[in-house]
């Protein structure tokens, strides 16, 4: 668990990391070829450690160089991807499409809701379908064959995420044009595309779609991460709630535009450089209304820690949460901690309160986590934060990267 004393003004600047949600499908990525990828600025991160486990049980050897990871080997696939890992981490899900091009077909476990609520893979089993993949279902798997993929048009009903990554990943071995028309626009989206493209897969984005043409085979190649937008916001954040001045350094500053944007509506001050963000918080922020939305939306997984800045707004905050059916698993402990949030279908309306109080709460995934440890910071006194394994899955070095803020903060046996 963690232990946070509350009450300190957070200070000065904290590195960002490569992003998670670019890392993960970059490494499944090189399931596409035998050559090796050399992939730098790899957050060390427990989900990261679970790609890892996986593309090696699928026949992958991994080497860490720092925080650049050499992925090589191959030839042969085994087409079968464990259970265990994928329960673990719903984006271990994203193999079935390069096990489908390469090794004609592949058993997927199917990954279940979790505490976000219900996530189905639908739209990603929908587009193998046109893509020429036969799906069938047994023992809670999807067991996936194609004698060759061809590339197809493909509408998604939402722009998911995952399932324009998984027709990419596909079509980047199908036979011709794969087409996806409202693909997600998130960079990490993007990244995934440009380490296609230095495989020497050919990907080309439209206003309404994103086209993928498919190769024989795809080749080695080194590639560098995008920085964690979610952890820059997330730090972004703990100097706004403790009154501070926090700068994120190396981030990309055009991929927090939404954030930035509210931010300032809250009366926090902003710097912006070539590739950091200063933040200074206000005495006390102002209530601002967002809803969750797609890129260049405000994006869910920053939804939690806005809400723990909202709480101590002075008035009321209307949120809305458009991407998920449930994402609330921080309210409960927020409540906790003195916040007043009354839940209503995908509304929050957070009542700001003056003072956080500090207690002992749960982390039900990574983001609420992140939630807690930002109330926890503002809230006067000592608060212990259960379940900091999900933390660990999204935020490398959280503890030391906010000592070097000044936070008091330590992770101690629960
Ligand atoms: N959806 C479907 N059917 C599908 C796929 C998605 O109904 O076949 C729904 C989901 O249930 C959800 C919505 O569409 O309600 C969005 O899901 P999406 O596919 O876009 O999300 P994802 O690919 O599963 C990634 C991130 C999440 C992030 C979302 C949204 C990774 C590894 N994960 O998930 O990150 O919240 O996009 O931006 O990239 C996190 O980092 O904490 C995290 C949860």
Redesign the pocket.
């Known amino acids: 668990m963690i232990r946070v004393a509350g009450g300190e003004r957070l200070q000065g600047e904290v590195q960002i990391s490569g992003a ?2 670019a890392a ?2 970059a490494i499944i990525a090189t399931l596409l070829t035998s050559e090796p990828v050399i992939l730098h600025n790899v957050p060390h991160l427990a ?1 990261v450690d679970t790609a890892l486990e996986l593309i090696r049980a699928l026949g992958k050897e991994v080497f860490w160089h720092g925080d650049a990871l050499e992925i090589r080997g191959g030839e042969e696939l085994r087409w079968e991807a464990p259970g265990e890992l994928v329960q673990k ?3 271990s899900f994203l193999a079935l499409g390069p096990l489908l091009a390469r090794a004609k077909k592949a058993r997927v476990p199917l990954p279940g809701g979790c505490a ?11 587009g193998l379908a046109k893509l020429g993949a036969t799906i069938d279902f047994a023992d809670g798997a999807v067991l996936a064959r194609a004698g060759g993929l061809r590339g197809a048009q493909v509408y998604l ?9 998984q027709l990419l990943l596909a079509g980047a071995l199908a036979e011709g044009e794969t087409v996806v028309v409202n693909p ?1 626009r ?1 960079p ?1 989206v993007a990244d995934l595309a440009a380490l296609l493209c230095r495989m020497g897969a050919e990907v080309r984005w439209d206003t309404d779609r994103v086209t993928i043409r498919g190769q024989r085979a795809l080749g080695g190649a080194e590639h560098t991460l995008i920085p964690d937008r ?1 952890e820059a916001g997330t730090y972004l954040l703990a100097g706004a709630i403790t009154r501070g001045k926090v700068r994120a350094k190396g981030v990309a500053p055009r991929h927090l535009a939404s954030l930035l944007d509210r931010l300032a509506l809250t009366g926090c001050e902003m710097e912006v450089g070539e590739d950091w963000v200063e933040v200074l918080g206000p005495s006390r922020p102002k209530p601002v209304d967002f809803r969750t939305w ?2 260049p939306g405000f ?3 920053l939804q939690p820690p806005m809400v723990a800045l909202l709480t101590l707004a002075e008035g009321r905050s209307t949120v809305t949460e458009t ?3 449930a994402r609330f698993g921080h309210v409960e402990p927020l409540l906790q901690m003195g916040a007043k949030i009354q839940v209503s279908g995908s509304v929050q309306v957070v009542e700001g309160v003056e003072r956080l109080r500090p207690a002992t709460v749960e982390a039900t ?3 609420a986590g992140a939630a807690l440890v930002l109330a926890a910071l503002a809230a006067e006194g000592i608060s212990q934060i259960r379940g900091e394994h999900h933390l660990r ?2 935020y490398e070095n959280m503890p030391s990267k906010l000592q070097n803020l000044g936070a008091r903060i330590w992770e101690e046996e629960g």
């Open positions: 998670k949600n993960l499908p989900d981490m719903r984006a976000l609520g219900p996530r189905p893979v639908d739209f990603h089993l929908y009903d939402f722009p998911s995420v995952g399932a324009t990554e997600a998130e990490e979610i797609p890129y994006p869910t997984d991407v998920y059916a995934d990574i983001r899955r999204g």
